[in-house]
């Protein structure tokens, strides 16, 4: 570490080793963003791998296995690695749970349900979803099984939407934010580059993954964007993670329990099958990710963010502690 001395009346100042450098950088007492991204990553799959092993080596139910608690205990620990090595509350990495949290938890669920019922309108208007049945119970036995499998089911929708919230939203653009404007970078600069980062972290895997099962890669990649660019205003108009999680709650819920995919095992109010017909319909899925994104603006105003410019993001992603 960097030390003072007093030499015949006059302050020195030693300078770093270079191992120390890469760790801390030149005056900054915290580890550098990027090591401290990495290691709550690191503990973070640690953990969730060692969760996992611990679940497979015990033979549990499926329905415990439902509940992600791997995951759970994942981002609890990653939580409070990034809260020591950034040297921040539970607020600044975007978990203030209080009133105000619970307000844009509760409005991110409203408007993913309104997200969603839109979407479900426009697909089913232009042919793009075949309902082929209705009232599915999935793998539940009656209605005491129905009631515990939908709730386990809501319950690892939730954790789901904690853990990538925080690790994609709060963990890499409040830290390569931080890290890019600690290298001479503008703050505009900084902010866009973290974004993009995160983008290409939640993205790509959505892009290729689920979403494109539902229809074709071309189509997941859309999608990906367009959940990318709402989760994200919804974290930087907020500087919270309440209203992207809930947002990201909802939207995830509708997609398994109320419009769910015919072979999904979860009960689901109406099975069916997706597909894009075209260049328009494909188009038309936009309209209520804009929609979505100006129920955020909506929001954050009448919840007194008031302020979006660069420097007023920043402050509140980055600099709030």
Known sequence: MRSTTREDGAETTERRTVVEQVLYGEADPRLRATWRV??????????????????????????????KLPYLAAVAGAVVVAVRLGDRSASGVGFGVNVAWLRDLAAGVGMGVI???????IWAGTGGLTVTDTMVRGVSTGPSSLVLVASVSLFGVLVTAVWEEFVFRSLLIRNAAE?????????T???????????????????????????NPAFGAL????????????????????LPIGIHFASNAWAILVVGR????????????????GTIDTLLILLPGVLL?????????????????????????????
């Open 115 to 121: 997200f969603q019922c839109a979407v479900t309108v």
């Open 293 to 321: 994104i100006a129920l955020v603006l909506w929001w954050a105003r009448l919840t007194g963010r008031t302020g979006m410019s660069v420097n007023d993001t920043y402050r509140r992603i980055v600099e709030s502690s």
């Open 179 to 187: 890290g890019l404007a600690a290298r001479s970078v503008p703050r």
């Open 262 to 277: 015919v072979s999904s095992p979860y009960p689901k109010l109406f099975a069916v099958e997706r597909t894009v017909a």
């Open 223 to 242: 999608q990906a964007v367009i959940s990318v660019s709402y989760f994200v205003a919804a974290y930087a108009a907020t500087g919270s993670l309440a």
């Open 38 to 67: 990495l290691f709550s990553l690191a503990v973070f799959v640690g953990l969730v791998v060692l969760g996992e092993t611990i679940l497979s080596a015990t033979e549990v139910p499926p329905v415990i296995t439902e509940l």
């Open 189 to 215: 600069g900084a902010l866009g580059g973290a974004i993009v980062l995160s983008a290409l972290a939640f993205g790509l895997p959505h892009a290729f993954g689920v979403a494109a099962e539902y229809t």
